[in-house]
């Protein structure tokens, strides 16, 4: 599978997904001793754990970057605008939104803004998807009908006749891992992950005081069910941040991205921060390559993201020469983040 | 009660009952300890009761497991429990779960949400709740627990999901762990109690919207007696969740619960 069949064969997508959750049935086992010893992402000779027949090398990506200085413009035709400058093709397929909803302050900048969620759900029907529908499993609040109805987004989804999935609570089973950079062996993943076609990671562009910075990949924590995983998902930090985002990532594969850069978060994220105005709407086909795009965006280094350059080994592409620009430039759509706390060394010299 | 679809949550509940007597985390979801152990309460259920104890392991942990993540409801399974020797192997199972087992030398420990990781609020509560409720001479755990819920209450009172401070900012206590903290540590710390009520009476209109933090706080006030546990418990009645086949089972059970005329006794050591 490469990194163009994410979007231009969705009718395949709901076999690909269940056969990539089946094929990796056998890499845990495989890559139990990769586990166990610890893997050293730093490290001179490096092991591979993950699945070779599932991750083919990373092809070239495809990342529309367009600007939005408000959250009261038309940002459906924006997303439009972007998912078609990719060459998405969503046609027929049940799509997934997964928006960051941590928890909810308002007087803080901590979630992807529910006007942009609405408007990817509405761009995507343009687009024909069979059925779109929210996900997000909240990790700090476990009321996540307060989250929702608080934020505004239960408003917007009613308007726009979308339905909403707490991935906290919502029926889910145990499947492998696809990778095997911490020692949890398996996930336990809600179903509406794994039995959607199409999986749109909706990050909210933010720093993050382990991880540097919080986008399409780190975004993933919130698919797993609070009730396996606590409040917050605290097995996960204990296994390693940057393992369990590279496992979990891997394992979720989302296939698209949507990212909210139109108000981040600088400083102290993902929940401390103050608003950065970056003023940008990111629609990508591969979630390494937005990733790493975004970090540069935000006036940091992405090879100095460990977790982000191992996902460029298999899970995406992280070299900026096989990333293909095709909306803005994205170095003409810049801010300098302040970091999270520590994390200074993160600016691009 | 009568919801806006003709089914009360008491009827959801009892139709939610899966024929080995457990209960899943939505309508027609495998049966799972937390779900179940709370509609044993709210419903004084024999047959979740039966499945609880029917879930106990040789170690006494009830626990929902995948790959190397233990979830651990055994606390508060075992306060749904009927008293014999499964519940007894579940308290044995609670008096000896510590959480961070990386350092040894931590203290306090408190509980963890999964086995091995660190102590949080909520899981803390349940495991104080239970030992002061069932095993009452497991002094050390429960004056650990409580020592865990007076370090991590946030300035001015309150509870969040268990960190008081990021980085040298105080952080906002939330109304539903809030509510669960105070069900714990009720009667050992007037202090707090005090401080926890406070910021319930001045928070729970502004959660209101969800169900289970609307809930969870009718019972915390029901249990403290406090005069606006009757509006909080009007507001229970009418919410619009009530009205939702798809809600949660744990909202719709701690909203059973807060509707009762009494809290249920394990709530009240």
Not at chain 1, 191 to 217: E, Q, Y
Not at chain 1, 269 to 275: L, N, R
Not at chain 2, 61 to 75: H, I, K, M, P
Not at chain 2, 224 to 234: F, I, N, S, T, V
Request: aromatic share 6%.
């Amino acid at each position: 599978m490469t990194a163009e069949d994410h979007v231009q064969t969705p009718p395949d997508r709901a076999i690909s997904r269940r056969r990539f959750l089946t094929r990796s049935a056998g890499t845990v086992a495989a890559f139990g001793v990769a586990a166990a010893v610890g893997v050293e992402l730093r490290g001179r000779e490096r092991p591979e754990p993950w699945d070779h027949s599932v991750f083919a090398p990373p092809g070239t990506a495809q990342v529309a970057v367009l600007q939005a200085s408000s959250y009261d413009g038309d940002l459906e035709n924006v997303v439009l605008g972007g998912l078609r400058a990719i060459g998405a093709d969503v046609n027929g397929a049940r799509v997934l939104l997964k928006p960051n909803m941590v928890e909810y302050d308002p007087g803080a900048v901590i979630n992807t803004d529910p006007r942009l969620v609405a408007a990817s759900v509405a761009a995507l029907r343009r687009l024909g998807a069979a059925q779109v529908v929210v996900a997000e499993g909240p990790g700090h609040r476990r009321d996540t009908g307060y989250v929702v109805e608080a934020s505004g987004l239960a408003s917007h989804l009613r308007d726009a006749g979308a339905s909403f999935v707490d991935l906290n609570v919502a029926r889910a089973g145990e499947v492998p891992l696809a990778a095997a950079y911490t020692q949890l062996g398996t996930l336990w993943l809600p179903t509406a992950i794994t039995s959607a076609d199409v999986v749109v990671s909706m990050p909210k562009v933010k720093t993050h005081h382990w991880a540097g910075v919080t986008l399409s990949l780190k975004n993933c924590f919130g698919c797993l069910p609070g009730r396996m995983y606590g409040w917050p998902k605290n097995i996960l930090h204990w296994q390693g941040i940057d393992a369990s985002i590279l496992d979990i990532a891997a394992t979720v594969r989302p296939d698209l991205v949507i990212a909210d850069g139109i108000v981040g978060m600088q400083g102290d994220g993902p929940i401390s921060g103050t608003p950065a105005p970056l003023g940008a709407v990111i629609v990508a086909d591969d979630p390494v390559a937005a990733d790493v795009t975004i970090t540069r965006m935000m006036g940091f280094d992405p090879e100095k993201l460990p977790y982000l350059m191992e996902a460029g080994r298999f899970l995406g592409q992280a070299d900026p020469a096989k990333i293909r620009p095709v909306a803005e430039d994205p170095a003409a759509v810049t801010m300098a983040f302040a970091p999270a706390p520590g994390f200074d060394d993160l600016r691009s010299s | 009660m009568m919801s806006s679809v003709g089914m009360d949550p008491l009827s959801q509940l009892r139709a939610r009952r899966n024929p080995d007597g457990g209960v899943g985390s939505v309508p027609g979801g495998a049966s799972e300890p937390e779900a179940t152990a709370l509609v044993a309460l709210a419903l004084d259920d024999d047959g979740a009761r039966t499945w609880l104890a029917d879930q106990v392991g040789d170690d006494g942990r009830v626990c929902l497991v995948a790959g190397a993540a233990a979830s651990d409801r055994t606390a508060l399974a075992a306060l749904a429990m009927h008293p014999g020797a499964e519940q007894e192997a579940a308290l044995d199972h609670v008096v000896t779960t510590v959480a961070n087992d990386i350092d040894p030398n931590a203290s306090p420990r408190g509980w963890p949400w999964t086995l091995g990781a660190y102590g949080w609020v909520e899981p803390t509560a349940w495991g104080v709740l239970a030992l002061r409720t069932l095993r009452p001479t497991a002094t050390a755990r429960i004056d650990d627990g409580i020592e865990m819920l007076r370090q991590r209450e946030c300035a001015g009172g309150g509870w969040n999901y268990g960190t008081r401070t990021v980085n040298g900012v105080n952080l906002q206590p939330y109304v539903q762990t809030t509510s669960v903290a105070l069900l714990g540590i009720n009667g050992r710390d007037a202090t707090a109690v005090a401080r926890g009520a406070r910021v319930l009476r001045s928070r729970w209109r502004a959660e209101a919207s969800g169900l289970l933090s609307l809930a969870t706080a009718t019972v915390a006030l029901q249990v403290l007696g406090d005069a606006a546990q009757p509006a909080a418990r009007a507001a229970v009645a009418s919410h619009r969740s009530l009205g939702d086949p798809e809600a949660d089972t744990a909202s719709l059970a701690w909203a059973v619960l807060a509707l009762r005329d009494h809290p249920v006794e394990v709530f009240t050591p």
